[in-house]
Nanobody, 126 residues
Framework: QVALLESGGGLVQAGGSLRLSCAASGRTFTMSAMAWFRQAPGKEREFVAAIRGGQALVADSLKGRATISSDNAKTTANLQVNSLQPDDTAVYYC?????????????????????WGQGTQVTVSS
């Protein structure tokens, strides 16, 4: 089992930045990747960014604004998003995968991730 604990988030003004952190505990040695997804009201959960080994993946819609990083032990995943807009308002979820795929495209899907955090609300005010 892997447990994920998110921190950060809250109310941010448009144009500002946010930094979210996710700490994994438990059988972290079984993880192959960690990721961030977000879900706005009435919308499906969407991929934000993932990190697997030393490779970082970022959603096309957020490239240039979002970065994901991990610690040396690969048990934390930090997400920074700059130039926030009201459309970035969502619950942000941390996720961990136990699966390894040769193709990075699998890591954009919620189905790849077995463990999820409780989510942290990010609200961007205009």
């Amino acid at each position: 089992q892997v447990a994920l604990l998110e921190s950060g988030g809250g109310l941010v003004q448009a144009g500002g930045s946010l930094r979210l952190s996710c700490a994994a505990s438990g059988r972290t040695f079984t993880m192959s990747a960690m990721a961030w997804f977000r879900q706005a009201p009435g919308k499906e959960r969407e991929f934000v960014a993932a990190i697997r080994g030393g490779q970082a993946l970022v959603a096309d819609s957020l490239k240039g604004r979002a970065t994901i990083s991990s610690d040396n032990a690969k048990t934390t995943a930090n997400l920074q998003v700059n130039s926030l807009q009201p459309d970035d308002t969502a619950v942000y979820y941390c996720a961990a995968s136990l699966l390894s795929y040769p193709s990075e495209r699998y890591y954009y899907s919620t189905r790849t991730y077995a463990y999820w955090g409780q989510g942290t609300q990010v609200t961007v005010s205009s």
